[in-house]
């Protein structure tokens, strides 16, 4: 019979071979040269993107300055001093202590656009939002002393004050807000003598 010492020598030779080899690729895997990280790209000055909000989004805008406008007001309207952010303050009384307050001010430019301000007091009485078309097609639109101007009057028995007339006026380069706030019944008697009194609105 045969000798089996030189096929077990053999074959311990080859088991041997090949771990050495598996162990060889082990390490050379581990050994593998990793990628550089990639420097980060500098910074390029340029325009934001729209989708980011502007920083003058946040920032206050300045009170137009320059002559003021001139107007008649009704006898029944009391005068209070002005203040840094107001260009007038009229205080008009009703029955039973019914008081309303007519703000009058002046911003630069469109002052934030007709359609953010008419959004803005609607949200201010808790109105439910409506689309831009109907927030347009829900003023009034008049020309006089050769100022357009732009009326809203949005009321909402919840709010506090329930009823708001306001007005929108561009003047030159700013624009003027004319705002009447107070009870239903005080704004409704004196609508016309608010729309009278826009009509008697002149540039300097």
């Known amino acids: 019979m ?5 096929l077990l020598l053999l074959s311990a030779a080859f088991v041997i071979g090949l771990a050495a080899g598996c162990r ?3 390490v050379t895997s581990y050994r593998a040269p990793k990628e550089a990280p990639r ?3 500098p910074a390029v000055a340029g ?8 920083a003058m989004a946040s920032t206050p805008m300045p009170t137009a300055s320059g002559a003021d406008l001139k107007w008649t007001v009704p006898a029944n309207w009391e005068s209070k001093p ?3 952010m107001r260009k007038a303050t009229f205080v008009i009384k009703g029955d039973g202590g019914a008081e309303a307050e007519l703000a009058i001010s002046a911003l630069n430019g469109d002052g934030g656009g007709e359609q953010s301000n008419l959004v803005r007091w609607r ?3 808790g109105l439910p939002e409506i689309s831009p078309a109907e927030v347009a ?8 002393g050769g100022l357009k101007m732009v009326v809203a009057d949005y009321a909402n028995d919840k709010a506090t004050p329930p009823r708001l007339l306001a007005a929108i006026v561009p003047v030159g380069d700013a624009t003027w807000f004319f705002k009447l706030t107070g009870p239903a019944a005080l704004l ?10 826009l009509k008697t609105i002149k540039a300097p």
Request: proline residues 14%; positive net charge; without cysteine.
């Open 82 to 84: 002005a203040s840094a």
């Open 123 to 125: 949200g201010q009485l």
């Open 39 to 41: 420097a980060a790209a």
């Open 137 to 144: 097609a829900g003023v009034t639109r008049f020309e006089a």
């Open 47 to 54: 325009p934001s993107s729209p989708s980011m909000p502007s």
């Open 2 to 6: 045969p000798s089996i010492r030189p």
């Open 188 to 197: 409704e008697r004196e609508k016309p003598a608010f729309l009278a009194f």
């Open 24 to 26: 060889k690729a082990e």
